[in-house]
């Protein structure tokens, strides 16, 4: 099979023919028809990303959609040309998705929502889980909360608006300027927070009692500002908790707060089959038209991983951007 395989942080990917995989128990063999690219990946490729090391050389990629071309013993829950989608690899050692065939763990994955391509369903797995994550499994999000998305614009931020919504919460988003009509788009209401402060908003919003979720993808002084938004019980969540903070703010609202570490099934292999399940529960909110990526229409194939990496790093992509693996 072809790959992308890189050979040492920062450098350039090198296309290769490479024995194909095989099916191991619990395992299924993918033909891999897209890739979906997240910074994760940029920084994985520059080795700046202590908490997704992945040993050289290396087939990057961490999301996948594909048809699923052998299964390995004990799997029974999908059998060949079944069309698959998950977030299977490309860190910890195990093979990423910038390759023609990839055999993966069962667990990870869910079938593909039958009226979404290949590249929107490449688009999916890892925001919509690390969305999924926050808002559901720990904040437990239900109908009639109001619910803040730090960085509604963003990959995991556009998703959990729509997760959030599917779930019936009043659903309100910071960006800039710039991002207000893809917010609005979404069902969200826009918060410039470059003109509103943290205080401001909330006081306009919530009356000044805070919301009851707030989902921070942006960690350092964002998860600052989340903290001072949340209302008396409310939960704030992150999935970016860098950075030094003061916990006050949330304990003089008796808030709680929850990390999101999306990698930890597959680093660990433990819980792998939830990852399944999200993905499985999330593809009938895609069948009912209430949740779909923003994916960049630029085509990329496995020889312009680099171009596709590259449209991340300038701030081009308009959207999830996608390499296009096979046709």
Known sequence: MRAALLDAHGGRFRLAEIARPEPGPGEVLVRIRASGVNPLDIKIRAGAAAHARHPL????????????????????????????????????????????????????????????????????????????????????????????????????????????????????????????????????TAIDYRAEPVEAYVAAHTAGLGFDIVYDTGGSAILDASFAAIRRFGHVVSCLGWG????????????????????LPLLTGIGREHHGTILADASRLVEEGKLAPIVDQRAFSLDEVAAAHAAIEDRSARGKIVVDVAD
């Open 57 to 188: 050389p290396a087939i990057l990629g961490i999301d996948l959609a594909g048809v699923v071309e052998a299964v390995g013993s004990d799997v029974t829950a999908f059998r060949p040309g079944d069309e698959v989608y998950g977030m299977t690899g490309g860190v910890g050692g195990i093979q990423g998705s910038l390759a023609e065939y990839a055999a993966v763990d069962a667990r990870l994955l869910a079938r593909k929502p039958g009226h979404l391509s290949f590249r929107d369903a490449a688009a999916l797995p890892l925001v919509l889980i690390t969305a999924w994550e926050g808002l559901v499994d720990r904040a437990g999000v239900r109908a009639g909360q109001k619910v803040l998305i730090q960085g509604g614009a963003g990959g995991v931020g556009h998703i959990a608006i729509q997760v959030a919504r599917a779930f019936g919460a009043q659903v309100y988003a910071t960006g800039s300027a710039g991002q207000r009509e893809t917010i609005e788009v979404l069902g969200a």
């Open 244 to 263: 030094d903070h003061a916990l006050a703010p949330l304990s003089f609202r008796n808030g709680t707060y929850s990390g999101v570490f999306t990698l």
